[in-house]
């Protein structure tokens, strides 16, 4: 991962997670890999993290993390779950003709001589000279690259601003994904903040709070790194945050130290996926029964 990272090449890597450590539970669910996949790298590497929500979900997650790969130029992980994994639900296929194409361009001689592997477009992305191409010979390889040309190198200054770069070209991502949706109020109690095969359950608990006159509302993400670009926003409009994960509270962590929200974590380590009634009756401690604030049905923020 971190030899695609440094080369800066389009590779999709799926991690579909189960219980550990080690051999673990092999059969049972859990959400335990969000931190190794963010930073279980040796060095600064920033890689894209894309969560699929459901079986039928893992397509759309797909297309999308490789066009976020070609598009940038860099590795992009997918994390899936036992859950989803073992899970099945009705999809249909889509035509292909339809889908918006992903365009991938490679450069050609030009006759200058000049040709900069690692020269940059507007969002830091390298071209991607397909190997042997006449003109565009070029090294490549995992030791730190010099500024546009390629080359090796160990100047200090030169490292720090590769850093910087490779940092900025993965935070550049959420300039071109969508804004994050809510499901229910805008503002209000409570927000119930999820990501991966928990959203079903969390979906659904929050419908029936809601019809049940609580109010809470759900953001479920499919971008962990980074972060939808209106996300701070969302989290400032609720009182509380609760983050029902099937780990020890990774996501929460995050939160906290990316937007400083008190965020409260509602975890789970048992190989089994969350049930609805659990994440009602915990909602039902975090807010009041009758808050006297106007609900709204299903809208985008």
Same mark, same amino acid.
């Given at each position: 991962?971190?030899? *695609?990272?440094?080369?800066?090449?389009?590779?999709?890597?799926?991690?579909?997670?189960?219980?550990?450590?080690?051999?673990?539970?092999?059969?049972?669910?859990?959400?335990?890999? !969000?931190? &190794?996949?963010?930073?279980?790298? %040796?060095?600064?590497?920033?890689?894209?993290?894309?969560?699929?929500?459901?079986?039928?979900?893992?397509?759309?997650?797909?297309?999308?993390?490789?066009?976020?790969?070609?598009?940038?130029?860099?590795? #992009?992980?997918?994390?899936?779950?036992?859950?989803?994994? =073992?899970?099945?639900?009705?999809?249909?296929?889509?035509? #292909?003709?339809?889908?918006?194409?992903?365009?991938?361009?490679?450069?050609?001689?030009?006759?200058?001589?000049?040709?900069?592997? @690692?020269?940059?477009? *507007?969002?830091?992305?390298?071209?991607?000279?397909?190997?042997?191409? $006449?003109?565009?010979?070029?090294?490549?390889?995992?030791?730190? /690259?010099?500024?546009?040309?390629?080359?090796?190198?160990?100047?200090?200054? %030169?490292? &720090?601003?590769?850093?910087?770069?490779?940092? &900025? /070209?993965?935070? %550049?991502?959420?300039?071109?994904? $969508?804004?994050?949706?809510? @499901?229910?109020?805008?503002?209000?109690?409570?927000?119930?903040?999820?990501?991966?095969?928990?959203?079903?359950?969390? @979906?659904?608990?929050?419908?029936?709070?809601?019809?049940?006159?609580?109010? #809470?509302?759900?953001?479920?993400?499919?971008?962990? =790194? $980074?972060?939808?670009?209106?996300?701070?926003?969302? !989290?400032?409009? @609720?009182?509380?945050?609760?983050?029902?994960?099937? %780990?020890?509270?990774?996501?929460?962590?995050?939160?906290?130290?990316?937007?400083?929200?008190?965020?409260?974590?509602? =975890? /789970? #380590?048992?190989?089994?996926?969350?049930?609805?009634?659990?994440?009602?009756?915990?909602? =039902?401690?975090?807010?009041? *029964?009758?808050?006297?604030?106007?609900?709204?049905?299903?809208? *985008?923020?």
């Amino acid at each position: 991962m971190n030899l *695609a990272l440094m080369l800066e090449l389009p590779v999709v890597i799926i991690d579909v997670q189960r219980g550990g450590p080690s051999t673990g539970l092999p059969t049972k669910t859990e959400q335990a890999d !969000l931190l &190794q996949v963010l930073f279980g790298r %040796n060095g600064e590497a920033p890689i894209p993290v894309l969560a699929a929500r459901s079986p039928g979900d893992c397509f759309n997650t797909a297309v999308e993390a490789w066009r976020i790969a070609t598009r940038f130029m860099v590795p #992009v992980v997918i994390l899936s779950d036992g859950y989803i994994a =073992n899970g099945a639900e009705p999809w249909q296929i889509p035509d #292909v003709n339809k889908l918006p194409p992903i365009p991938i361009s490679h450069p050609v001689d030009t006759g200058s001589g000049k040709f900069l592997p @690692y020269g940059r477009d *507007a969002m830091l992305a390298r071209p991607w000279a397909i190997p042997g191409t $006449p003109g565009l010979t070029h090294r490549v390889g995992g030791l730190e /690259k010099q500024d546009g040309t390629g080359n090796v190198s160990y100047d200090a200054d %030169n490292h &720090q601003k590769m850093i910087n770069i490779r940092a &900025q /070209k993965v935070a %550049n991502i959420a300039s071109v994904i $969508p804004p994050q949706e809510v @499901y229910g109020p805008e503002q209000g109690e409570l927000l119930v903040l999820s990501w991966g095969g928990t959203h079903g359950a969390c @979906y659904t608990a929050v419908q029936s709070a809601i019809k049940a006159g609580r109010s #809470v509302a759900h953001c479920h993400l499919r971008h962990l =790194n $980074p972060f939808p670009s209106n996300l701070e926003q969302i !989290l400032g409009r @609720y009182e509380s945050v609760l983050i029902p994960e099937l %780990n020890c509270g990774q996501l929460r962590m995050l939160i906290r130290s990316r937007y400083l929200v008190d965020a409260v974590g509602y =975890n /789970k #380590v048992k190989g089994k996926p969350f049930t609805v009634s659990e994440l009602v009756d915990k909602i =039902n401690q975090m807010t009041t *029964a009758s808050s006297g604030k106007q609900l709204v049905g299903s809208r *985008a923020s």
